[in-house]
């Protein structure tokens, strides 16, 4: 804010800088897609974004960089352990059908046996920084993405975005603070070591995207970094792969004529992706095919918010760190409450202390994309509404993080520019291969700053309610 201050004092308007900052997210290809409702056609314009990068306390900073790897590897443990998905999800697959099909899917792969040892990894680990009472601030996870984890190829952009702001309102010394960060090509380089463990020149990485992809250009500065390495990559959507995908004797996955050696997932993470039986049987294709999946589905189960609970018991982390204490120590550091609401003794217990003060927490259903969770005097109706049913076992509970609220200027396509309060959210990309037993690749590939009005409890870039943004380290 003092640098602010001293930007209008210095006699450089905020509305001038505001431009120069569009300008230069035009320019580094800081783009997305929108649609006129009035005509239906599409635009490009620069994704939304902050105009000033928002202060983040180092220490914090260097604590999620450093504990990715293990995250990393924890994911990857749980993936090969069967009984631990099956005993943490055996309450919520009954009240979920999304979960419930992924899971039946799960179980029919470790039933006929996975086809492909080579395991790829691309997850997104997220946190807030949770004030504390003498103003410091503790490092505290929202969630974990293991499928389609966005915005390493835009963040890969941004930095250059804000260094030439901060010259243009005379902060040098500031501009030089902005931290290089290029998740597009850590993301890549994980991607192109399973196409090479693959074995196959002539096959392609297959993006399965959606029908119609806003944040096509964040996909494409992946896309444009394999190509760098002479990997070919194609574009198919769930319909492509039922029409046109088959499987040969050896198991190898063939969609439109093209061999593909990874399907690298950027949908099938929501229960509306899934249209039809047909895409539910286009899904059971691939995850039965020789191609390495981008996650496979164990992975996919291992990011729900289920799992995410049943990790913060006592000793269960130790389950897959046994011998590692200051491991499980680090990733313990990040966890906040989180609490089981099964039909029990237990449950029964979370219910009563959500509805006795809903402000505190954040009830999440085994949902991905944004915008899902339940806040306030909602929490009251939902969990009333399933009080003593199963149906609430579909939820968790989780503390709500209260992080300290910052001033910034949010740029968006056709919004008014105004100072606004502001809250930010910490995501650090996370890579690893797996090949048979051995670990190729575990690398903390970059990070993501998302910072939206504190006027709104939820949702991300793409649900239109955060814009990208860059820690300056304090």
């Not at 691309?122 to 003498?134: G, I, V």
């Not at 243009?168 to 597009?184: F, T, Y």
């Not at 219910?351 to 999440?364: E, G, I, S, T, Y």
């Not at 502001?422 to 996370?430: M, N």
Request: net charge negative; aromatic share 6%; hydrophobic share 40%.
């Amino acid at each position: 804010e003092e640098v602010k201050h001293e930007i209008m004092m210095d006699g450089v308007l905020i509305e001038d800088l505001a431009d120069v900052a569009k300008d230069a997210a035009l320019l580094q290809g800081v783009l997305m897609r929108t649609q006129e409702s009035s005509n239906l056609s599409e635009l490009v314009t620069y994704a939304p974004f902050t105009l000033f990068p928002t202060p983040v306390p180092k220490a914090v900073f260097l604590q999620s960089l450093a504990v990715q790897t293990h995250y990393n590897t924890l994911v990857d443990k749980i993936s090969q352990d069967p009984d631990f998905l099956q005993e943490a999800l055996a309450s919520t697959i009954e009240v979920d059908d999304f979960t419930a099909r992924l899971f039946r899917i799960h179980q029919q792969i470790l039933k006929e046996g996975r086809a492909q040892s080579i395991t790829l990894g691309l997850n997104r680990s997220d946190y807030m920084l949770d004030q504390e009472e003498d103003g410091s601030s503790s490092l505290k996870q929202i969630e974990i993405n293991t499928i389609a984890a966005s915005f390493g190829g835009l963040a890969s952009r941004t930095p250059d975005v804000h260094r030439q702001v901060l010259k243009v309102a005379g902060k040098l010394e500031e501009s030089q603070r902005i931290l290089d960060n290029n998740p597009a090509e850590g993301l890549a380089r994980a991607v192109a070591k399973a196409w090479e463990l693959y074995g196959s020149e002539r096959a392609a990485v297959m993006f399965l995207v959606e029908e119609s992809q806003r944040n096509i250009f964040d996909q494409r500065c992946v896309e444009s970094e394999l190509w760098k390495r002479n990997i070919p990559t194609i574009r198919k959507r769930f319909d492509d792969v039922s029409r046109t995908g088959s499987l040969d004797q050896d198991k190898k996955l063939f969609v439109d004529g093209h061999e593909v050696a990874v399907v690298y997932f950027r949908n099938g993470y929501m229960p509306q992706n899934y249209i039809s039986e047909q895409t539910w049987d286009a899904r059971l294709l691939m995850e039965r095919s020789l191609a390495v999946k981008c996650p496979d589905i164990s992975t996919h189960l291992a990011g729900t918010k289920k799992v995410q609970q049943v990790l913060a018991r006592p000793g269960v982390l130790e389950r897959f760190f046994p011998d590692q204490p200051r491991v499980v120590e680090q990733i313990r550091a990040t966890f906040t409450g989180l609490y089981t609401l099964d039909v029990g003794p237990e449950g029964d217990k979370t219910v009563a202390m959500a509805l006795a003060a809903p402000d505190r927490f954040v009830l999440k259903p085994q949902r991905e994309g944004g915008g899902n969770n339940i806040y306030g005097s909602e929490i009251c109706r939902v969990l009333q509404g399933a009080n003593g049913n199963t149906d609430r076992a579909a939820y968790i509970l989780m503390d709500k993080i209260r992080p300290a609220a910052v001033q910034n200027y949010l740029l968006r396509r056709d919004s008014p520019l105004k100072i606004s309060n502001c809250l930010s959210e910490l995501g650090v990309f996370g890579t690893y291969v797996r090949h048979g037993k051995d670990v190729v690749m575990n690398e903390c590939a970059g990070h993501l700053l998302r910072t939206k009005s504190s006027e709104h409890s939820d949702g991300g870039v793409a649900a239109g309610v955060a814009v990208l943004d860059n820690p300056l380290l304090v």
